[in-house]
């Protein structure tokens, strides 16, 4: 297998955690090619100027965190910049407190190709500011950068100016630019402190307008009320400077559905409501959001999505869609467990990623994979209550057990079917039939 060390490495450690990986996804994605297809046409439409709102349902265990891992993958290839957030009884759309240190997790998490973990805000400005420095030297003829040359400051400030002017018609755009303007000067200056300060601002971290206006001289400041705006005004400016979009992921929906209180819980899909409108009627160009819940988060009537009624209409399913003829374009799209087949290909692939990180020549048969399938399976409650992840987890410990302790009975991880009779499982017998476990084979 042809993988690099550092893939296989974030591989094993988070699955073997039981987490998401955030980098080699593309090595054991497997029974999604379809959902992929869709999210790349989704990414190339947003590049191209529009604006998308998708929800990933599915029951715990089903991937929807890891479609979102791959999103953030495929996108970061695709030069977008991408970040992601958990929504949490403490960071939510709409309240008191709580939507700001939503918004500060998300400018925390902002990701490029080049700083994939986060962190990117000042990677981003800088990188904007050289292009101009450069632009501007090309055009006005300059030799150097040299920061003394007070013509160059001047000229390269008014390219900036100039650029950030276009962000004035959206709502908060105005005192975004002033602020960019002020990172600038204290980029040329040298001045860390007021670099700081600037970031400080644009990640929602001042809590009075007095403070940053003893700070930074604008009145304004990001808070619970207007934090939506900036997001806008982020997914505009990240376009104009360069990039194909801003992607935003939203993982554990489900705690929105949890808020006990109707009156926050409807603020909070109000909030969802104005997003997607927002995105659909072209109110903001380069923007696409997800959101990862369960089924519960958006049909249930009382308290899920379907019980706000705009929300409602917007996201009901296609009519038609089966199993079999799905409807990938609309808003919703409904993630289902992987197959039985998917699930050996992806421990197929595991294998061969374990044996290549730690060196050495695995002899796990495909019919010892197909055992483990049946063994995890035969477990009383176990196709209630088993995912992919526990599978996975558990397996990746098993081969752990094999890589260090050779003379290990095997039997125990495998059970006696691969290797004697065959037997048949009351609850799994289709599972056996498929993968046609025989003695002697």
Request: net charge negative; with cysteine.
């Amino acid at each position: 297998m042809k993988i690099k060390k550092r893939d296989s490495a974030a591989i094993i450690d988070a699955l073997s955690s039981g987490v998401v990986p955030r980098r080699g996804l593309q090595y054991i994605m497997v029974g999604r090619v379809e959902e992929v297809k869709q999210i790349l046409r989704d990414l190339d439409n947003v590049k191209e100027g529009a604006s998308l709102v998708k929800f990933y349902i599915g029951e715990f265990g089903t991937g929807k965190s890891f479609i979102q891992g791959l999103i953030k993958q495929v996108g970061l290839s695709k030069n977008f910049v991408v970040t992601n957030a958990d929504l949490s009884p403490e960071k939510r759309l709409y309240g008191a407190e709580k939507a700001i240190l939503l918004y500060t997790e998300l400018i925390k998490n902002l990701s490029t190709s080049t700083c994939p973990e986060g962190g990117a805000l000042s990677v981003i400005i800088d990188k904007w500011i050289s292009a101009l420095q450069t632009k501007v030297m090309k055009d006005k003829g300059y030799e150097t950068i040299d920061f003394s040359d007070e013509a160059l400051v001047s000229d390269v400030e008014n390219e900036i100016v100039k650029e950030v002017s276009k962000l004035d018609k959206l709502s908060g755009g105005y005192d975004f630019a002033r602020i960019l303007t002020i990172y600038y000067k204290g980029f040329i200056d040298g001045d860390l402190d007021i670099q700081r300060k600037a970031l400080r601002w644009i990640s929602g971290e001042y809590g009075t307008r007095t403070e940053a206006k003893n700070d930074l001289g604008v009145r304004e400041i990001i808070d619970d009320s207007n934090y939506y705006n900036y997001i806008k005004v982020m997914a505009q400016f990240v376009r104009q400077i360069g990039y194909a979009g801003l992607v935003i992921n939203f993982d554990e929906a489900i705690n929105l559905y949890k808020i006990t209180h109707p009156q926050a819980r409807e603020k909070n899909y109000e909030t969802i409501l104005n997003m997607f409108n927002d995105c659909l009627q072209g109110n903001v160009e380069g923007l696409y959001i997800t959101f990862a819940g369960t089924p519960e988060f958006l049909e249930d009537e009382r308290r899920g999505l379907y019980s706000y009624g705009a929300l409602r209409r917007r996201l009901e399913l296609n009519r038609y869609e089966t199993d079999e003829f799905r409807d990938l374009t609309q808003p919703v799209i409904k993630l289902s467990p992987l197959s039985h087949e998917d699930l050996f290909v992806l421990l197929q692939r595991i294998r061969d990623i374990h044996s290549f990180h730690y060196k050495y020549k695995s002899d796990v048969s495909d019919d010892e994979l197909k055992a483990f399938i049946i063994k995890e399976f035969s477990v009383p409650g176990a196709k209630q209550y088993t995912t992919v992840g526990h599978i996975v987890k558990r397996f990746i410990d098993a081969l752990n057990i094999l890589y260090q302790n050779p003379d290990f009975d095997r039997r125990n991880i495998f059970g006696d079917s691969v290797y004697g009779e065959y037997e048949q499982v009351e609850e799994n017998d289709n599972i056996m039939d498929r993968f046609q476990v025989y003695k002697g084979r």
